[in-house]
Structure formats: structure tokens, C-alpha cells
């Protein structure tokens, strides 16, 4: 039942706000305060009004929602305020036509479909415009958007950051970071490897089999820094004062000097400056059936440094919780990567190594 109370309140609320004040005095924005209301009250919809509330450019004055539920069933957060409950959604339409109202937001989930499809065809007989906004916020987002393909709408949920131009420009960026860094390094790369050579007997490269772009496998390149060449079903994790680790080795672990040939991963294209860290294979058919959302940080290469590496989580991963935690900051940097964000990683990646204590 519609509560007129609330309702004239609104009216009242949307008439002497201080921002239809002031819109009214600008030349340039000419026109009433639009009446909307929304169908679907959830946080996403709380949300929305509070977008208007926060932009009276946009002139919309929400009156209020239509739900099959009472707010206080919707929400335990006692920091909302009271919403203003209109009706049931089937007596959406009638609203609409009896107080002209200007725009309709359905903000239902997917699940509701036919009680969408109803609204809609009862909203035929009005003149309101109607938008859908889709309740995807409970999704885990990976580069979210909106595009069509030959007019068909389709929504990104999880997608790549690395399409388009932005495929070029992380390529490009690789391409000259990592000719520029082997140019400084190739005399110290020369060094290391005679040392590894003179120190303990076996090959300069370890060589490891991992996944990259796509889940699909890739040969990463390290200077090794055990008596063994581990790359099987059984891969065991370095630990501290691990006796496996050679004295040069344990060098080269702790300053993250063993990584150095990962520079020409990255020239062959499989791997990048910098991106998530690449597990052994055997540790990621571990941990993607123990950590929800574990495979999507192989929707881009592999990285020499990443995000949850200069934020702590750098080494062994003796706990879940700490691959947790670290999967959490590679999704992290999937939502909201740029090449500053990149730049930044490198740069903080040299003080990270310095005084880092998790590696070994």
C-alpha cells in the first residue's frame, strides 16, 4: 500500500533541496527534477539513489521503491536510512501512471525474469522511460563493461584488462622494460653464472614447467638455486634453512637475483614484466580446487614481480591463508590495472627486495 506520508515528504524533499535551488537559477539547466522510482530494493538500488542524491546534474528525484519484501527484511546495516516502501511490485504500473512518474530503474536480480517480463508488459500503457539495471555487484568483477555485438547487448563479469589497446600498450611497455633492463644486467647475468658453475655441480638454468596465459603451460627460465631440479607431480616448496638451497643460491633467492632470466620469458611473449606470480604446476592444481576465483589470475601472463609480492606476500606460502591472500591482491590488480599501476609495482619492487625477510 502506498504510504502518502512518505510520499508527500518526498515531493516536499525534491522540491527545496538546496540543489534544485540552485539548478534553477543556471541557465544552462533548464527543466524540472524527474521523478523516477525504482523497482527492486537491495544495495545496488540504495546505491543508485544515492548516485542522484550525490549528483543533482543528473536531476533525478527518486520517490521511492516497489518490493515484494519490507526494507528491514532486505538489510541487516543499520547505518541505511529508512527507505520510503511504495508498494508491492505489482502495483508498480498503476504508480506510475497515476503520478506521472518520468523514469523507471528495475534493479531485480536474474532470477526474477517473469516478474520483470510482467512489469514491463503492464508498463506498455505508460509514457515512462524504463531502464534496466542488471544486479551483477554480487558477482566477482574482473574488468567489468558493457558493449554490444551487432546490437545485442552483452556485459562483461570477468574479462581480461589486456584487449584492445591495452593489449598493445602492456606488450609494448614489456618489450622496452625488459630490453632495457638485460642491456644494464647482462654483465651481472654473466657473472651469476659462472659462479652457479663454479659453486655446485649441474646446469646454470633451472628450467620449470608453469601455467601462462590462458592456463596453458609455459618453460620459465631461473638461475638455479638448488642441489635439485624439481618439476614434477610433487613440487616442495622452498622453506627457511632449507639444506636443498646451495650458499650462492640462497644469495640469489633472497635478493631475487635467481629471476633475472625471466627477462627473456618476457621477450619470447610468455611472460610479462609484471602480473601475477607463476606457480608450479603442481601447486596450482592444488590450490584451484581450495581457493575460490584461483584460476582467474591466468586471464593474464604470468609476472617477474606483482602486486601481492611488494604488498608482503612474497615466498612461502606455508598456510592457505597466505595464497589467499595473495590470489587476493593478483584479482586486485586484474580490476584495476594501468600502466602507472604497473610502473609503480617496479619501482616499489626494488625497496621490497632490499628488506624483504619472507624470501629464501
Same mark, same amino acid.
Request: glycine fraction near 6%; proline fraction near 4%.
Given at each position: 500500500?502506498?504510504?502518502?506520508?512518505?510520499?508527500?515528504?518526498?515531493?516536499?524533499?525534491?522540491?527545496?533541496?538546496?540543489?534544485?535551488?540552485?539548478?534553477? #537559477?543556471?541557465?544552462?539547466?533548464?527543466?524540472?527534477?524527474?521523478?523516477?522510482?525504482?523497482?527492486?530494493? +537491495?544495495?545496488?538500488?540504495?546505491?543508485?539513489?544515492?548516485?542522484?542524491?550525490?549528483?543533482?546534474?543528473?536531476?533525478?528525484?527518486?520517490?521511492?521503491?516497489?518490493?515484494?519484501?519490507?526494507?528491514?527484511?532486505?538489510?541487516?546495516?543499520?547505518?541505511?536510512?529508512?527507505?520510503?516502501?511504495?508498494?508491492?511490485?505489482?502495483?508498480?504500473?498503476?504508480?506510475?501512471?497515476?503520478?506521472?512518474?518520468?523514469?523507471?530503474?528495475? $534493479?531485480?536480480?536474474?532470477?526474477?525474469?517473469?516478474?520483470?517480463?510482467?512489469?514491463?508488459?503492464?508498463?506498455?500503457?505508460?509514457? $515512462?522511460?524504463?531502464?534496466?539495471?542488471?544486479?551483477?555487484?554480487?558477482?566477482?568483477?574482473?574488468?567489468?563493461?558493457?558493449?554490444?555485438?551487432?546490437?545485442?547487448?552483452?556485459?562483461? &563479469?570477468?574479462? +581480461?584488462?589486456?584487449?584492445? &589497446?591495452?593489449?598493445?600498450?602492456?606488450?609494448?611497455?614489456?618489450?622496452?622494460?625488459?630490453?632495457?633492463?638485460?642491456?644494464?644486467?647482462?654483465?651481472?647475468?654473466?657473472?651469476?653464472? &659462472?659462479?652457479? @658453475?663454479?659453486?655446485?655441480?649441474?646446469?646454470?638454468?633451472?628450467?620449470?614447467?608453469?601455467?601462462?596465459?590462458?592456463? @596453458?603451460?609455459?618453460?620459465?627460465? @631461473?638461475?638455479?638455486?638448488?642441489?635439485?631440479?624439481?618439476?614434477?607431480?610433487?613440487?616442495?616448496?622452498?622453506?627457511?634453512?632449507?639444506?636443498?638451497?646451495? #650458499?650462492?643460491?640462497?644469495?640469489?633467492?633472497?635478493?631475487?637475483?635467481?629471476?633475472?632470466?625471466?627477462?627473456?620469458?618476457?621477450?619470447?611473449?610468455?611472460?610479462?614484466?609484471?602480473?601475477?606470480?607463476?606457480?608450479?604446476?603442481?601447486?596450482?592444481?592444488?590450490?584451484? +580446487?581450495?581457493?575460490?576465483?584461483?584460476?582467474?589470475?591466468?586471464?593474464?601472463?604470468?609476472?617477474?614481480?606483482?602486486?601481492?609480492?611488494?604488498?608482503?606476500?612474497?615466498?612461502?606460502?606455508?598456510?592457505?591463508?597466505?595464497?589467499?591472500?595473495?590470489?587476493?591482491?593478483?584479482?586486485?590488480?586484474?580490476?584495476?590495472?594501468?600502466?602507472?599501476?604497473?610502473?609503480?609495482?617496479?619501482? @616499489?619492487?626494488?625497496?621490497?627486495?632490499?628488506?624483504?625477510?619472507?624470501?629464501?
Amino acid at each position: 500500500m502506498i504510504n502518502s506520508i512518505d510520499l508527500e515528504f518526498n515531493k516536499v524533499f525534491w522540491k527545496n533541496s538546496m540543489a534544485s535551488l540552485v539548478l534553477q #537559477r543556471w541557465p544552462f539547466t533548464k527543466g524540472e527534477t524527474s521523478r523516477a522510482v525504482i523497482v527492486g530494493l +537491495s544495495d545496488l538500488s540504495r546505491k543508485l539513489t544515492h548516485k542522484f542524491r550525490q549528483n543533482p546534474l543528473l536531476r533525478v528525484g527518486c520517490m521511492g521503491f516497489f518490493d515484494d519484501r519490507w526494507s528491514e527484511r532486505l538489510s541487516e546495516d543499520k547505518q541505511h536510512q529508512p527507505e520510503t516502501l511504495l508498494g508491492s511490485i505489482a502495483s508498480a504500473a498503476e504508480f506510475v501512471k497515476t503520478y506521472n512518474v518520468q523514469h523507471i530503474y528495475i $534493479a531485480l536480480p536474474l532470477s526474477a525474469q517473469p516478474r520483470v517480463m510482467a512489469l514491463l508488459d503492464e508498463l506498455r500503457d505508460t509514457t $515512462a522511460s524504463i531502464y534496466f539495471v542488471p544486479d551483477i555487484v554480487s558477482f566477482d568483477l574482473i574488468q567489468a563493461n558493457i558493449s554490444t555485438i551487432d546490437g545485442i547487448p552483452i556485459v562483461a &563479469i570477468c574479462e +581480461s584488462p589486456f584487449v584492445g &589497446i591495452n593489449s598493445i600498450i602492456k606488450r609494448i611497455s614489456d618489450v622496452v622494460l625488459s630490453l632495457f633492463i638485460l642491456l644494464l644486467i647482462a654483465p651481472l647475468m654473466l657473472l651469476i653464472a &659462472i659462479g652457479i @658453475k663454479l659453486s655446485s655441480p649441474g646446469p646454470v638454468l633451472f628450467k620449470q614447467r608453469r601455467y601462462g596465459l590462458d592456463g @596453458k603451460e609455459i618453460v620459465v627460465y @631461473k638461475f638455479r638455486s638448488m642441489t635439485v631440479m624439481e618439476d614434477n607431480e610433487q613440487v616442495n616448496q622452498a622453506t627457511r634453512n632449507d639444506p636443498r638451497i646451495t #650458499r650462492l643460491g640462497g644469495f640469489l633467492r633472497k635478493t631475487s637475483l635467481d629471476e633475472l632470466p625471466q627477462f627473456i620469458n618476457v621477450l619470447q611473449g610468455h611472460m610479462s614484466v609484471v602480473g601475477p606470480r607463476p606457480h608450479a604446476i603442481s601447486h596450482n592444481e592444488m590450490y584451484r +580446487s581450495l581457493i575460490k576465483g584461483y584460476m582467474i589470475r591466468h586471464k593474464v601472463k604470468p609476472g617477474i614481480t606483482g602486486w601481492a609480492q611488494i604488498n608482503g606476500f612474497r615466498g612461502e606460502t606455508d598456510v592457505l591463508e597466505k595464497m589467499q591472500a595473495r590470489i587476493d591482491y593478483d584479482l586486485d590488480y586484474l580490476r584495476n590495472w594501468s600502466l602507472f599501476l604497473d610502473l609503480l609495482i617496479i619501482f @616499489k619492487t626494488i625497496s621490497v627486495v632490499i628488506r624483504d625477510k619472507n624470501a629464501y
